[in-house]
C-alpha cells in the first residue's frame, strides 16, 4: 500500500501562481510514476504531469510552459509549480503514484483561479 498526503491547493488570481506537494509513504520502492490528474464535476480525470521513476517527465498541452514537476527523492515528495494560472485551471487536483498493477490516489485538493 501507498499513502499519499496532498497540500498547497488554494485560491489564486488569474496570472498568478501555486504549489502542489505531494508525500509518499509505505510500500514506495516500486513505484513507476508519480503526477497529478486533475478533475472538474462531471468531466474524466485527466493527466496534468508526471514524472517516471527514470526521471523523465510528461506534462498535458495545456499546461507546457507554465507547469512544472520536480521530484524530491530524499523526502519521497513530488512538486508541481503552476505559474501563469488561468480560470480554466480551476479543478480538483489529484496526486497519484503508480506500479505495475497498482495505481494509489491522493484525497485531492482543490485549485481555484478567479479574480
Known amino acids: 500500500q501507498v499513502q499519499l498526503v496532498e497540500s498547497g491547493g488554494g485560491l489564486v488570481q488569474p496570472g498568478g501562481s501555486l504549489r502542489l506537494s505531494c508525500a509518499a509513504s509505505?510500500?514506495?520502492?516500486?513505484?513507476?510514476?508519480m503526477g497529478w490528474y486533475r478533475q472538474a464535476p462531471g468531466k474524466q480525470r485527466e493527466l496534468v504531469a508526471r514524472?517516471?521513476?527514470?526521471?523523465?517527465?510528461d506534462y498535458a498541452d495545456s499546461v507546457k510552459g507554465r507547469f512544472t514537476i520536480s521530484g524530491d527523492n530524499a523526502k519521497n515528495t513530488i512538486n508541481l509549480q503552476m505559474d501563469s494560472l488561468k480560470p480554466e485551471d480551476t479543478d480538483v487536483y489529484y496526486c497519484y503514484a503508480g506500479k505495475i498493477l497498482s495505481t494509489y490516489w491522493g484525497q485531492g485538493t482543490q485549485v481555484t483561479v478567479s479574480s
Open positions: 509505505g510500500s514506495i520502492s516500486d513505484i513507476r510514476s
Open positions: 514524472v517516471m521513476s527514470g526521471g523523465s517527465t
